[in-house]
């Protein structure tokens, strides 16, 4: 079977055409439209399944957003320009006539990195830190969804009472400081209106806001990871995102967390599948779906 896999976040828009051995082929990005109306979302997947769907057979999308019978529905609508809501699966079949699943973009990578891990892992935890900072969490080797899709969300898990607003409605949530747009939000001056890609630029160049923004936010995933490590005794963590994934963020991630006590560590790694676990993972759930 060939699977096309969707990958929807708050920046960008991936999709590829995966076999059952998990190949990869024919990936193509997009920006996601900033705009409230699902008109542009639905135009957008429109081009960028269009030259993929005659070769697959069903769909599988990992999405940003809490995934509830096949609709998304944003938890912080901040980072889809304003969108609430989207019929995700049901606008994916009257586009490719093919079955579709979809499941959140955090867990679906949770699942392609819990399967690429080697060893006796029972217990892993999934973060990406993108646009938003999402989770997903394995428990004794089962993908936690939630009975309505909330299970992971640990971006809006609290960091500061007196922190930002996030776009979810609450004070000082991990999301709002740590993520992408975080990191850029919180920029001023000379940085003010540069987004977190630039921000990491100027932190290369030895800028210090943006070396300070940058460690902000990796203290603070430092510190959800400590908590993290106390709710689920994990053996790893595995850190993706264009975030987390840029040069010498785990690693600044893993000298804040070594300074929390012995009992909160966990092995830090960075996601093997790269910017691919959404794709990856969500193809492999629906692979597990018995048509
Ligand atoms: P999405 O949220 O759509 O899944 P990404 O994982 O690419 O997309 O995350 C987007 C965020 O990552 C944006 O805030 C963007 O500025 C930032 N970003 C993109 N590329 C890089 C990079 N090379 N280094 C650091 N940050 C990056
Ligand atoms: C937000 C939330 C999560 C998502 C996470 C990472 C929305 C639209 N999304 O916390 O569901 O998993 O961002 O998403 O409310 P990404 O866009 O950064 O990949
Ligand atoms: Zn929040």
């Keep these: 079977m060939t699977t096309l896999a969707i990958d929807i976040g708050g920046t960008k828009l991936a999709a590829a055409l ?20 699902p008109d542009a979302l639905r135009t ?18 990992a999405s940003t957003g809490i995934i509830r019978d096949g609709v998304l529905l944003a938890i912080n609508p901040l980072n ?12 994916l079949e009257a586009i490719t006539g093919l079955p579709t699943l979809a499941v959140n973009d955090a867990q679906a990578a949770a699942w392609a990195e819990y399967h ?42 609290l960091a500061d009472p ?25 920029a001023v001056g ?23 923004l940058i460690h902000r936010s990796a203290q603070t995933l430092a510190r959800l990871i400590a908590d993290v490590k ?14 987390g994934l840029a040069e010498g963020y785990l ?18 790694q960075s996601a093997h599948y790269r910017h691919d676990a959404g794709l990856l993972g969500a193809a492999l759930l629906a692979q597990g779906e018995k048509a």
């Design 18 to 37: 995966v076999d059952d051995a998990l190949n990869l082929v024919a990936r193509r990005e997009l920006p996601t439209p900033a705009s409230k109306t």
């Design 190 to 212: 000379e940085l003010a209106g540069c987004d977190a890609k630039a921000i990491f630029t100027r932190a290369g160049q030895g800028d210090k806001q943006a070396i300070q």
């Design 116 to 157: 690429a891990l080697h060893g006796d892992y029972r217990d892993m935890v999934f973060l990406t830190v993108s646009t938003g900072v999402g989770g997903g969490v394995i428990s004794h080797g089962k993908l936690l969804a939630g009975t309505g899709g909330l299970a992971g969300h640990l971006g809006h898990t």
């Design 80 to 91: 889809l320009g304003g969108l609430l809501n989207f019929p995700l699966t049901k606008t």
């Design 230 to 243: 106390a709710t689920t005794d994990c053996q790893c963590v595995v850190i993706g995102g264009s975030v």
């Design 162 to 186: 007196n922190g930002p607003m996030c776009g979810c409605g609450r004070r000082g949530c991990v999301e709002a400081i740590a993520s992408g747009r975080g990191i850029a939000a919180a």
């Design 251 to 268: 690693a600044r991630v893993e000298t804040c967390l070594a300074q929390e006590p012995a009992v909160y560590q966990v092995s830090l």
């Design 44 to 61: 957008a997947l429109q081009t960028l399944v269009e030259p993929l769907f005659p070769r697959a057979t069903r769909v599988a999308i």
